[in-house]
Antibody, heavy 118, light 110 residues
């Protein structure tokens, strides 16, 4: 069965960076894009961007351009999302989400809480 | 970029029918599929409708989706409401490579 398992919660200071991982299993890793979506406390879902594991091409939401990097390691079927220059506004749960062949998100990771606090 | 606007909250009694709207700010709602996700507290979202009106396997037929080009909006309708339907619901669509979520609607089953 398809599983997306994310890394554990992180606490960071303002100005620092965070790197969240998402390990995929149960399907052919390179056949599906991976997206990242975040959710601030009590707020809605916000799309951050996506990576094509086959060639590592990326597309980022304009809001995060220059501050986010998504990478992948095909040997471990893992994708990573690094966010730099953190502020308290980046405190959120970060999800990886796999889109199906028709584009809707059929599998989600369990979420990783990133807390930015001095 | 476009926005998807949803009502902040809706409420209805068990057994009744509720409809949640999702209005697209620019570009035609009919040009790109709309998805709907349900999120219960402390859980990851799960899809209840994809491609405007398709239900993923396991989603009961009490859930249905539609689009209305005249109002440039999509709707999620839940009939025969159950207490377990109480959750946040998000619409989602796209434009090229850009994915957009609506702000979410909190459904309260009274």
């Amino acid at each position: 069965q398809v599983q997306l398992v994310q890394s554990g919660a992180e606490v960071k200071k303002p100005g620092a960076s965070v790197k969240v991982s998402c390990k995929a299993s149960g399907y052919t890793f390179s056949d599906y894009y991976m997206n990242w979506v975040r959710q601030a406390p009590g707020q809605g879902l916000e799309w951050m961007g996506m990576i094509n594991p086959r060639g590592a091409s990326t597309t980022y939401a304009q809001k995060f351009q220059g501050r986010v990097t998504m990478t992948r390691d095909t040997s471990t079927s893992t994708v990573y999302m690094e966010l730099r220059s953190l502020t308290s506004e980046d405190t959120a749960v970060y999800y990886c989400a796999r889109p199906s062949n028709s584009g809707w998100y059929d599998y989600w990771g369990q979420g990783t809480l990133v807390t930015v606090s001095s | 970029n476009f926005m998807l606007t949803q009502p902040h909250s809706v409420s209805e009694f068990p057994g009744k029918t509720v409809t949640i709207s999702c209005t697209r700010s620019s570009g035609s709602i009919a040009n790109n599929y709309v998805q709907w996700y349900q999120q219960r507290p402390g859980s990851s979202p799960t899809a209840v409708i994809y491609e405007d009106n398709q239900r993923p396997s396991g989603v009961p037929d009490r859930f249905s989706g539609s689009i209305d080009s005249s109002s440039n909006s999509a709707s999620l309708t839940i009939s025969g409401l159950k207490t377990e339907d109480e959750a946040d619901y998000y619409c989602q669509s796209y434009d090229g490579s850009n994915r957009v979520f609506g702000g979410g609607t909190k459904l309260t089953v009274l």
